[in-house]
């Protein structure tokens, strides 16, 4: 058990709907980073968190967006879904930006 | 974007014998970690490098980082069948956005009983 935990597990919803997945990160980790894993394109970076600020953007799409609240947790917003986002979602943490990432069990997203 | 260059893409090996599986990128790099994921679970961390050269052990696990910072392998002595499922390299790209964690695309390692 990694210590970061991700709500919920499975989520199947249709195109065009929007959905939240959450994260809560290890016990003073402040540093929250999303990714997503998909069969054919392995982990890809989405969105990287400090202490509440955005620090780092990587291949995240513009219908996706992310924050981190005052408490640390922090939530991926997906909307207007595609078939393509269907996908594994990971939440990562670490103490600092440089420090190595603890990942969380993953939340699989069904696209129908 | 970067990618980090991993083989093999897949093993298929025998209980006992040893595997080695490395990384590769054409920039330099920070840290180099390596993680292992079991089918629909999240990446679980092995080991992590910070210093060209370091030679780190975790139980039957040996990892390196290369002098050049530019590679990084991963050994498993004596393997065993929970050994299975999909190792990860991955690393901090020099000069890149921190936090920005690079992965390779994973090396599939099945154990033969």
């Known amino acids: 058990d990694s210590g970061v935990t991700q709500t919920p597990k499975h989520l199947i919803t249709a195109t065009g709907q929007r959905v939240t997945l959450r994260c809560s990160p290890r016990?003073?980790?402040?540093?929250v980073y999303w990714y997503q894993q998909s069969l054919d394109q392995g982990l890809q970076f989405l969105i990287q968190?400090?202490?509440?600020?955005?620090?780092a953007k990587g291949n995240i799409l513009e219908r996706f967006s992310a924050q981190q609240f005052p408490d640390l947790h922090s939530e991926l917003n997906l909307s207007s879904l595609e078939l393509g986002d269907s996908a594994l979602y990971f939440c990562?943490?670490?103490?600092?930006?440089?420090?190595?990432?603890?990942f969380g069990p993953g939340t699989r997203l069904t696209v129908l | 974007g970067q990618q980090l260059n991993q083989s093999p893409q897949s093993m298929f090996i025998q209980e006992g014998e040893d595997v080695s599986m490395n990384c590769t990128s054409s920039?330099?790099?920070?840290?180099w970690l390596w993680y292992k994921q079991d089918p629909g679970e999240g990446p679980v961390l092995l080991i992590a490098?910070?210093?060209?050269?370091e030679l780190t052990s975790n139980g039957r696990l040996t990892a390196q980082f290369g002098i050049t910072r530019k590679d990084s392998f991963l050994n498993i002595s004596a393997s065993i069948p929970s050994d299975v499922g999909i190792y990860f390299c991955?690393?901090?790209?020099?000069?890149?956005?921190?936090?920005?964690?690079?992965f390779g695309k994973g090396t599939k390692l099945s154990v033969k009983p």
């Open positions: 016990s003073g980790d402040l540093s």
């Open positions: 990562a943490s670490s103490r600092s930006p440089i420090n190595e990432q603890f």
């Open positions: 920039s330099i790099f920070n840290t």
């Open positions: 991955a690393g901090h790209e020099y000069g890149g956005s921190q936090g920005n964690l690079i």
């Open positions: 490098l910070y210093k060209a050269g």
């Open positions: 968190y400090y202490n509440g600020e955005e620090r």
